[in-house]
């Protein structure tokens, strides 16, 4: 006992601070999407799959250039799992979409995170897209490098060359207001923490700017999830000491120990569903360079693969 | 009392004893994750590994190596050294050498010695505008042996980099070079240059499918822009294939198709020079990259993930896998010696078809991690 409790210290630090976050959630404010649109109330757990569970995962820019309290969520991605059988689906939301928050007035959901943190982005979430969230995990820039790094990075089909002359340079730099180069190669490839993250943040050189990213964010998600699946307890210590600050999740340890064997049996790539939000769902030229949801569209998708 | 106090001391050191054999247990579990790749020159030969002819080279964590008669040799330092291509008329390599911020192509000796760079990609004098900076990448030598072939990133329009298709003479400069493809916009451009011997190129092309998918698609054109002169797509955006590698003998292509999926499937085609083929997909369950042709067409090099998803290893997939050879003619009844037979002729008994052995590719390497993104030069 005390043998595993010394091997597991950084592992059981992690869990002390990073899981099992309260997450207060105030009572959504009438929606003007729902006003407008006949948007379903969030439907209650009993009327879901029974078992399955939806998880909002949230990417930060948690660089020097914000304040820790006051980060943006450059990626939003809700992820619907039902175990009964074996089907995930995964929703990304386009960071710029113009949405009401939760707490009154409107902006790009990105910064739904800025008024009350997960809290804040659940609630915005929720009382927007009529979804039940249960669950949700905020992982930061060097979070993400240090998680794929700490699996042994992972193995992604990179579609297109990503090529970017200004890719912020903001990660380990001590001048955050400054750019490097990145050209990640087209193909099947071993992709460490870093190039990772430069494959899923880059979208200069992307015709479908956050869209195209989106995509990518979904193709690195995916491998990361096909990686976790050899993760074990000889790499817990090494992981949770990786990750050390740079995650946080609702998620209590009993449901963490639930998970991992059930992420092992969702071994049918057919059985995850992939979407991403493209026009006509929205349109651009919103304020301040966001994008106009069409909510009816929206709320259909969501209806759809949400219930 | 004493009995107690021996009891105590007993659980005490029960309770120490299984403490330590937990943690040192725990401790040393093998990880499956973290394995660290070894240098392909410390793993020893393998006593029955099997031995490629001629030499292969590789890049690994910013080295290139060689591999000739089952053993490797480190030709650079972990120094940015990537996508080796066998010139055959020098007897040495092109390479690319990546920076942080821009890439050059160099000749090297086969031994690794740097004889020369063939671009000038870094920053200007006293600027670091990381706009004023390029990438080469895929080198190549024209029929030639004079002219230099590359994916480029110029022209640059603002955010949108693409790389596009460039000829340039051996030893000139970019300003000498001939720019031969127009990039799709914001798809980073095209890449993978193979020279024709009829003239042409071979490349991938990035492009918007019509599901608005990026996807990589294989083109051949004969002649340098304008625009409206590119050439013709080779596969479908649907098949999403990429890397092309053309036979020895110039008239089969081998090429990596993704499918729009995070797969990657070998497929052969036959090659006319003008046209591909039906298409057959010969490795299906790997994530497979960079396939090579060997020099005598004994087979097909390529990289992959080994057992367990372990990094990208060096395979082989022997000919007889994608080119079983015909099967023997049916015997047929000679007549017998000693002049004409007057009886019956016996009907020969049709022989049992014998199944052809299942040809499997050979994985080479066990713990290496071959840098996936850069081709394997094949030299005979």
Redesign the interface.
Known sequence: ????L???LPAAKLAWDATGQVVTIASPTPSPSSDTNNASPSPSAAARTPGSFTVLLLGSDDDSKFSSDHVLTQSMILVRVIPSTKQVVILSIPRDLYVPFWVGGSGKIDGAYSYGQAGGAIATVQQDFGVHIDEYIWIGLLGLIKLID????I???T????????YPQDVFSADPYG???V?V??????LDGVHAMQYVRSR?????SD??RS?RQQ?VL??IR??AK??????VP?IATALGGEIKTSIGLDRVAQLIPLAATFDN?DSITTLVM?PPMFHGGGPDGSLTPNWSAILYLVRQYFP | MIARFFLALGLCVLMLVSSVTTYVYLGGRQSKVAVRTEKPTVAAPRAKAFTLPGTLYLSQSGALYSLSIGRFHQLTPEDGWTQPYWNASGNNLLAVRRTPFYSDVYIIGRFGQVTRSLTANGPPPRSNDTTLMHWSFYPRLGPDNNTLWMSYDSPKFGYDVPFSIWSLPVGGSIRQGKLWTNANDYTGGDMQPIPLPTGGIMYTKYTYGPDGNLVGQLWLTTRPTPAGREGKPLTSTGEDCHQPSISPDGHQVAMICTYEKQISQLVLASWDGSNLGPRKAIITDQLVAQPTWAPDSSGIAYLAPGANDSPFQLWFLPKNAYAPPPPSPTPVPTPTPGGPYSGTLPTPTPAPPVAAPVVKPIQITTNNGFDATSPIAWAP
């Open positions: 006992m005390a043998g595993s010394a091997y597991f700490a699996i042994g990075g193995d992604v089909v579609s297109s060359p990503v090529v970017d002359d200004l750019y490097e180069r050209a190669l087209a193909g099947p490839q071993h200069h050189n992307d015709l479908q869209i195209g995509k193709q995916l491998a096909k990686k050899q993760v074990s307890s000889a790499d090494a790539p493209e």
